[in-house]
């Protein structure tokens, strides 16, 4: 699918996976629309052909509005890539006593119900497009993490929350065929972002040492580079791809 004078929404979009794959469909030649916290969007890089919407993607008035914005571009909706997501740690009994609930629910309204939430919106209004070769319309890319698979000593929510964005993929790529909208998902590893800016040089190169190969960090470029691929490949639907360096996350 090209992404020529079409529109596209990246949650996140002010920073990290989000900014850099914004960056990437805008030099494609889509109008993109970046979602993002306020706070977040004061900071970011300013990019021809991206467009800063201040949402909160738990918000649905929010999210239907900003999604309406994208919509009404001028141009077809026909991509969507969810990167928003938060990742606290916490141990399920731990020093301070159980897990909080509160923040559980919070890492699962963001990571997992925020991104249905954009996917389900944005797909209505994808489905109201021309469609192409094959009847296909667009495609929603989703991220995940190999959290999901390999999670971590306090990574209890934050896993249960990218293991659900695994398990939504399929059927809403089933879900969705009828309407030409594919559905596809990017687990990645360890990835240069800015969370990780805040460690120390030391602390990044014990987490590239044990990346198999290459051995170093993602990049978040990589991560644009993938989603740019799958939107391009129209047989790539209902599947996850792990984009690690081969890692398999040891228990801590």
Same mark, same amino acid.
């Given at each position: 699918?090209?992404?020529?004078?079409?529109?596209?929404?990246?949650?996140?979009?002010? /920073?990290?996976?989000? =900014?850099?794959?914004?960056?990437?469909?805008?030099?494609?030649?889509?109008?993109?629309?970046?979602?993002?916290?306020?706070?977040? #969007?004061?900071?970011?890089?300013?990019?021809?052909?991206?467009? &800063?919407?201040?949402?909160?993607? +738990?918000?649905?008035?929010?999210?239907?509005?900003?999604?309406?914005?994208?919509?009404?571009?001028?141009?077809?909706?026909?991509?969507?890539?969810?990167?928003?997501?938060?990742?606290?740690?916490? $141990?399920?009994?731990?020093?301070?006593?159980?897990?909080?609930?509160?923040?559980?629910?919070?890492?699962?309204?963001?990571?997992?119900?925020?991104?249905?939430?954009?996917?389900?919106?944005?797909?209505?209004? #994808?489905?109201?497009?021309?469609?192409?070769?094959?009847?296909?319309?667009? %495609?929603?890319?989703?991220?995940?993490? #190999?959290?999901?698979?390999?999670?971590?000593?306090?990574? =209890?929510?934050?896993?249960?929350?990218?293991?659900?964005?695994?398990?939504?993929?399929?059927?809403?790529? !089933?879900?969705? =065929?009828?309407?030409?909208?594919?559905?596809? +998902?990017?687990?990645?590893? #360890?990835?240069?972002?800015?969370?990780?800016?805040? %460690? /120390?040089?030391?602390?990044?190169?014990?987490?590239?040492?044990?990346?198999?190969?290459?051995? $170093?960090?993602?990049?978040?470029?990589? &991560?644009?580079?993938?989603?740019?691929?799958?939107?391009?490949?129209? &047989?790539?639907?209902?599947?996850?791809? !792990?984009?690690?360096? /081969?890692? !398999?996350?040891?228990? !801590?």
């Amino acid at each position: 699918m090209q992404i020529t004078d079409t529109a596209a929404i990246v949650t996140g979009g002010a /920073s990290g996976l989000g =900014a850099a794959t914004a960056a990437a469909l805008a030099a494609g030649g889509a109008r993109v629309f970046a979602f993002d916290l306020p706070a977040a #969007i004061e900071g970011a890089p300013q990019v021809d052909g991206v467009e &800063y919407v201040a949402v909160d993607v +738990t918000d649905p008035e929010q999210v239907q509005a900003a999604v309406d914005t994208a919509a009404g571009a001028g141009v077809p909706l026909r991509t969507v890539v969810n990167c928003a997501g938060i990742g606290p740690s916490m $141990r399920i009994l731990g020093k301070k006593g159980p897990h909080d609930l509160g923040l559980y629910a919070k890492i699962i309204q963001v990571n997992l119900i925020g991104s249905f939430n954009v996917l389900t919106l944005a797909a209505e209004k #994808i489905s109201q497009t021309e469609a192409l070769e094959h009847g296909a319309r667009g %495609v929603i890319i989703n991220t995940a993490s #190999i959290a999901a698979y390999d999670g971590q000593v306090g990574q =209890a929510a934050y896993s249960s929350s990218k293991g659900g964005i695994v398990g939504l993929t399929l059927p809403a790529a !089933r879900d969705l =065929a009828q309407h030409g909208i594919r559905v596809m +998902t990017i687990a990645p590893g #360890i990835v240069e972002t800015p969370m990780l800016a805040t %460690v /120390s040089e030391e602390f990044r190169e014990g987490l590239a040492k044990g990346v198999p190969f290459p051995q $170093r960090l993602a990049r978040p470029e990589e &991560y644009a580079q993938l989603a740019l691929s799958i939107i391009d490949h129209d &047989y790539l639907n209902g599947e996850v791809i !792990r984009m690690d360096g /081969s890692l !398999r996350m040891a228990p !801590r």
